[in-house]
């Protein structure tokens, strides 16, 4: 196959699978399964960064988003509340 | 039933954006295609980054790392006062909570159990070496001050998670690393006016986060050291402090932030009523 | 040519499409913590977005705005002005981003703070409590 079509067609992937995983995210309830779907979204971020060519942001996005901010709300969760809305 | 409901609106989402892209794609709109020239502004930057002839060449082959420090150094110091007023704000919320840490001796003896505590020491050495070479080659390889500062302030949480916050508390307590991030922001502040203290011994004049002698300007920091290795000039000291601020930053919030809840809303509401 | 049209629209599009979904999550979910993931992935896909606009169409591949060979020669510099991508829009969303991790670090103190004196995370229930 052409390699520039290749290159396209995984960012296109990358993308509409981050589509999927933004959805998913937002729309659960329990909102320890909504942390582990935005850091498989920041996980697909991280592949389109770098098939643009920005090997700069890519290195600076992974541990902050993946690493960081999945742990620290994590904490947030364990110290407050589980459930978003009442329970039914 | 609410399965199917999300399934349906899944691939609803995933068939409206292929369709819409296809037909701005075959209607004749392009949304957007990626050019074939890039912006002049860009070609000055590509073409001035390493390269002798120019005087306003910054003499580092990565051309991110030099926008950030040299072309656009003042973005950078403003970010860092940001991102330092935030450390400021945070720690006024939980005052009080810092001192009583260090006057009481809490013994607490757990943590998760042997293999995870023996493979936890072996990550943590690697964690940081991997950290200290993005510093380090900042100025050759993709890298530089944050992105090293950020993958070094993964250790210690992996620390508080397999040992306990007493432990990471006694060893870098939070004032402690209050103390050793001003004294990484100070490092910073000092290589801006480096080479116009330099200057000004001499009798000369020379600009704020200068790094290579400009035009009426005849100082700067050597840029090769002999004749093969790049220096990078200024760029080297702003990458290892930055690293060193942000890391130290990093590790005075997660021990703040994990502290136990029974313990911490006892101390921090007694001020508040 | 079509097809490349077509693969790029997909990747601009559907950053639309993440805008939108994560707005909707920022004004209607009533928990704070799930505002506050909404937020995050808005900022990011924004941060995409502005590097998406430094890319170019060059036919086997670009080049990231890094020289390999030290010293240079001009030939080797004009090859790189002509294959390599813009670098300043990257310069910038570095800072973006550290200035975003400031703003998200401060909420989440926020928020546990909030807690502790109101016992809630609802946002409805906040705002019916007038004190």
Redesign the interface.
Known sequence: MNIVILHYTLMAIASLLSVVSVYLAIIERDLVKAVVYSALQSTFYALLFYLIMAPDIFLTYVPVSVGLYTALILVLIKKTERFEGEEK | MKRYI?VV??VT??M???V???A???GGI??????????S???I???T???PEYRISPMS?????A??WDY?GL??LF?TS??F???V??LT??RGLSEKLSQEEIEYRGGLSVIVKTVTRIAIVMIIAVGAS?ALHGHL????G??GG??I??AP?LIIITFSTYYMSRSISVKKAVLLRSIGLSVIALTTFLVLIIALTQNSTAYIFQNQPKVYADYGIPSYLGNTI?LGGTLLLFNAAETFAVAFG?IA?LIL??IP?DYA?TI??EG?E | MEAVQFLFNIVVVSMIMNIAVSLYGVFARPSLIKKIIALTIFSDTVNLMVILIGFRYVEPNPLPPILTTIPPTSTDISTFVQKAIDPLPQALVLTAIVIGLAVTLFLIFLTIQTYRIYRTTDVKKIAKLRG
């Open positions: 999300h609106v899944i989402l995933i409206l954006t292929i819409l892209s296809a701005f794609a075959l392009a949304l957007y295609l990626p050019p074939r020239n890039v912006r502004l860009a070609e930057f590509l073409k980054t390493f390269n082959p990565e051309a991110v790392t926008i950030v656009r973005d950078t970010e940001v991102m007023l935030a450390i704000g945070a919320l939980f993005l390889t993709p890298g530089g944050f992105q950020a993958t302030a993964v949480m790049v990093f919030l932030i994990t809840e809303k921090v509401l508040e």
